[in-house]
């Protein structure tokens, strides 16, 4: 459709930076009169704080300062976005093994490690709620005395204003959410086939390898602050809660991150350097290991029993799911990644009568939050793993069941939202022509699909700014965070495309609170869709702008002032570009002009949710019999993104969300054994490596321009990761000719699958 | 502010990326801390700090080290490479253009790690094949990607190793 800089895999500038070795990153980021700090945490799931001693720590030798609860209880010093329940510093109890319970502040990081082991904390041991089960029991010991009031997702007022009125907890549930239409007892008892499964979803680490870590300077009644953070803005607003401060006070900088993954979404370490900031005076570092960032945030495992009831013909007529997910201490995102679930736990199929139930749980582990896909990968592993043994009792290939019931284009999936703008049936036989392709007969294989269409984009509140230079180049500024998937190129492109410059002289300025303009979060998927719109307007409020000046110049009505790339053209055909019309309007050769763009929930974008993400995958799995190793033979994947606007890095996307779905897939797990976890490490906490590639890798992408976004693009990253899990698991159950009922599917479950009768 | 007086120091003598650094370290000083926080080269980074993330390797007298566990005092004499070394400021070094053309890297937090255990492969006497390259990358975790457009990243440069030394 004619356009030159967008639809093109243009190389990222960003890329040239990192490959030298010159991008910055938190971690290389440094302050005049910095101090380190390190972290005092429990070594106990839940006990009572009886004493802490910090004498002989600061006595030590370097030690500038030791904080501990009492010493920030004039401060509101509790965070969390939906449930503000997490405490800076535990200040009565620990709730989970790895809590912070103080702060020690040094001349240098060795002297700050040192230091933290003279700290001694006394406790008196809690009974504790290591997992859901003993977390539910009656009398189970309560993770947390009182409750604060939750809200769900899209409750958009409620989730930026914390309900503190607190009341008695009667139980472990930190959360509880239930959809559902239709009259499904009565449709169970219609069905031809009734099948009902239980699985499990590992606990998980989405180890974005920059451990989380911030640099923080309390000063003058202002706080700065550089970290980790994926959403800056919402640090934001939780720092200028904790101290009082007004917005304009509290700057949130994200420089590069090194992988988020959603894991830095929200508030993790910010307010520990922050306070110690405030305390000892200093600007504070805080850069965590990381079995650190492991006991910071980690993804909520869940346990999931589905019933769905069938039609003959392999129509579902109804399901059933009853989520439950180990949340660990803290609220934190959890909530929402438990809503998230069950709104997409039952997949982008017709289901006429549905009832979906989630908690989320307290318990005495580490706090758990979002991960790509939010509550999708969870859900999706037992709606399509149900979805494929009812395929089997009918007769029906895994194919066939997903043709017979995938929306088509338009249909809701959830009643009063956004229709399904994509072609599921298309995408579908996509995979199934490229899987079958290259099927291999040979013993121990087996093929899976899996389908995911996830509500996403999160809540439309976008801004942004282009600022056109005198000389003709263009600044443009978002809110929005580069963690690795491209905004910053992909911003560029946009900007370049609109304005009709050339992409060399387009410079994106992202994730600083002070500079940049509001954007509410970088996650579900939303930059590309969103902050792309708001870009649009951005460039059409300059272009509008440089019209008006240019009428002024040319003496003529501004309807009379044409538009051409980089450059208007007056009633006379006199051409002047973008920085021409800038100097000539100021004089003297100065001066900009900004254009601006915002975005809220109107228009295109009023009906929730922005856009669906979906996944759609195909993998084919081999099986070692003597050892249980799942060898990867195909991964298809199709990323229905509407229109690619740089489709290397769509390709990118994919193939990183599919590789750590694989990783959830076939080995990654945290083990809790006892209080504390028996893999808070690289070593034992295994991610794939390189010789894990799969052998075929086919990459698809699916452009038919249905999306709100610019050029008819939506967003991409998360939906391949969504459906692995159930694709493997049913594609090792093919091979196995026995159903698993958990990830990962390491060699030994696999060799058990095998090998028991 | 004045240095706390601590343990003893040791003085160590390293080339790094060609220019001769003489310091006074902790004994306990590791080679990723001497280089990002003494000497302000940032470009290393470090992440699981147990030797199995591939993160901060740096070449020393040119074979792959984990930076986060070498002693600074065990590099002393030898001569250290960084990716700050790789390219001459002016033009990329091939991998590093094969990284960028290939998108092989999207964070690029593990990116210094894998150029330098590339580096310390293609500069052995047989351009490596793939097998060799996913053999030899089997230590370096990248959370991003996927590992393939990596592999060919340095399986392209390989390639052009091959073509001109046979033509």
């Known amino acids: 459709m004619g356009e030159r800089v967008v639809g093109r895999s243009v190389r990222r500038p960003d890329l040239i930076e990192k490959v030298t070795g010159a991008a910055e990153y938190c971690v290389d980021v440094t302050m005049p009169g910095m101090a380190h700090a390190k972290v005092v945490r429990s070594d106990r799931a839940h006990a009572r704080i009886t004493a802490i001693d910090v004498a002989d720590a600061l006595a030590a030798p370097g030690v500038v300062a030791v904080v501990t609860a009492a010493d920030i209880a004039t401060l509101h010093a509790r965070f969390g976005h939906i449930i503000a329940d997490h405490w800076i510093l535990a200040p009565d109890k620990v709730r989970y093994y790895g809590e912070p319970v103080a702060v020690v502040v040094a001349e240098t990081v060795a002297a700050a490690a040192d230091a933290v082991e003279l700290v001694r904390v006394s406790y008196a041991d809690l009974p504790s709620a290591m997992d859901v089960d003993a977390a539910l029991a009656d009398g189970a010991p309560l993770v947390h005395e009182e409750s604060y009031d939750a809200t769900g997702d899209e409750s958009f007022q409620n989730l930026s204003h914390v309900d503190e009125s607190a009341t008695a907890a009667l139980s472990n549930v930190a959360h509880e959410v239930t959809i559902g239409w239709g009259d499904v007892d009565a449709a169970f008892a219609e069905a031809a086939v009734v099948v009902e499964n239980t699985v499990h979803f590992p606990m998980l680490y989405a180890y974005a390898m920059e451990p989380y870590n911030a640099v923080a300077s309390f000063h003058d009644g202002a706080l700065t602050v550089v970290s980790t953070a994926q959403h800056p803005y919402m640090v934001r607003d939780d720092l200028a809660r904790v101290f009082g401060l007004p917005l304009s006070k509290v700057r949130v900088t994200s420089p590069y991150l090194g992988g988020g993954y959603g894991s830095k979404s929200y508030t993790k370490v910010e307010p520990l350097a922050s306070v110690a900031s405030w305390v000892s005076g200093r600007p504070v570092k805080l850069t965590l290991t990381v079995e650190e960032a492991i006991y910071t945030t980690r993804v909520d495992s869940a346990r999931i029993r589905v019933k769905s009831g069938f039609a003959a013909d392999g129509a579902i007529l109804a399901r059933e799911f009853d989520i439950v997910m180990d949340s660990g201490a803290y609220a934190d995102n959890s909530p929402l990644v438990m809503a998230k679930a069950v709104n997409r736990c039952f997949g982008p199929y017709r289901v006429p009568n549905l009832r979906a139930h989630g908690v989320s749980v307290y318990t005495n582990t580490s706090p758990a939050s979002s991960y790509r896909g939010f509550g999708a990968p969870q859900g999706n592993l037992a709606g399509e793993t149900n979805l494929d043994q009812a395929a089997e009792r009918l007769g029906l290939s895994g194919a066939d069941i997903r043709r017979r019931n995938l929306v088509r284009k338009g249909e809701e999936i959830l009643p009063g939202k956004r229709g399904i703008d994509a072609d599921l049936p298309a995408d579908l036989e996509m995979v199934v022509e490229s899987l079958e392709r290259d099927r291999k007969d040979v013993p121990y294989y087996g093929v899976g699909f899996g389908c995911s269409a996830s509500d996403a984009g999160a809540y439309p509140i976008s801004t942004a700014q282009v600022r056109i230079q005198i000389d003709g180049s263009v600044l443009v500024l978002s809110g929005s965070t580069e963690m690795g998937q491209g905004s910053r190129s992909l911003l560029a492109q946009v900007a370049a495309e609109e304005l009709g410059v050339d992409l060399s002289v387009v410079t994106v300025v992202q994730s600083d609170t002070s500079v940049t303009p509001y954007e509410r979060t970088t996650g579900a998927s939303r930059t590309t869709t969103l902050v792309g719109l708001a870009l649009q307007r951005a460039c059409a409020d300059a272009r509008s702008r440089l019209r008006d000046m240019a009428a002024e110049l040319f003496s003529c009505p501004v309807d009379d002032v044409r538009d051409l790339p980089g450059a208007v053209a007056g009633p006379d055909g006199r051409e002047v570009d973008f920085g021409a019309v800038v100097r000539q309007w100021f004089g003297g050769s100065a001066g900009e002009v900004t254009g601006v763009g915002l975005l809220r929930r109107d228009g295109a974008t009023q009906q929730m949710p922005p856009f669906w993400e979906v996944g759609m995958v195909g993998v084919a799995v081999q099986i070692d019999p003597e050892t249980g190793v799942v060898a990867v033979d195909q991964l298809v994947t199709v990323a229905d993104v509407g229109f690619a606007i740089n489709p290397r890095a769509v390709e990118g996307q994919d193939l990183g969300a599919a590789t750590q779905g694989l990783g959830a897939a076939l080995h990654e797990e945290l083990v809790y054994d006892g209080p504390q976890l028996a893999n808070a490490n690289v070593v034992d906490y295994r991610v794939p490596r390189v010789t894990d590639l799969p052998r075929k890798i086919d990459l698809m992408i699916a452009e038919r321009r249905d999306g709100v976004g610019p050029y008819g693009a939506k967003g991409a990253g998360e939906g391949t990761l969504n459906p692995i899990g159930g694709a493997v698991a049913a594609a090792v159950a093919r091979a196995t000719g026995r159903w698993p009922d958990r990830l990962p599917l390491t060699p030994e479950r696999v060799w058990r699958l095998i090998s028991t009768d | ?167």
Request: glycine share 10%.
């Open chain 2, 1 to 167: 502010m004045t240095e706390p007086s601590g343990p003893p120091r040791v003085a160590v003598t390293v080339d790094v990326n060609g220019v001769s650094v003489s310091r006074q370290v902790e004994p306990r000083s590791l080679l990723a801390d001497f280089l990002r926080e003494d000497l302000g080269l940032t470009g290393t980074k470090v992440s699981c700090e147990l030797q199995v993330c591939g993160v901060c390797t740096v070449l020393v007298d040119g074979r792959p080290v984990s930076a986060c566990t070498f002693l600074t005092a065990d590099a002393d004499g030898a001569a250290v490479t960084t990716v700050e070394g790789l390219s001459d400021g002016r033009t990329l070094h091939p991998l590093q253009e094969s990284f960028v053309d290939n998108f092989a890297l999207q964070c690029g937090f593990c990116t210094p790690g894998f150029l330098m255990m590339a580096k310390a492969l293609l500069d052995g006497d047989e351009p490596p094949d793939r097998a060799a390259i996913v053999e030899h990358l089997e230590g370096n975790i990248c959370r991003c990607t996927g590992y393939q457009p990596i592999v060919e990243a340095v399986e392209q440069v390989a390639e052009r190793q091959r073509g001109g030394a046979h033509g």
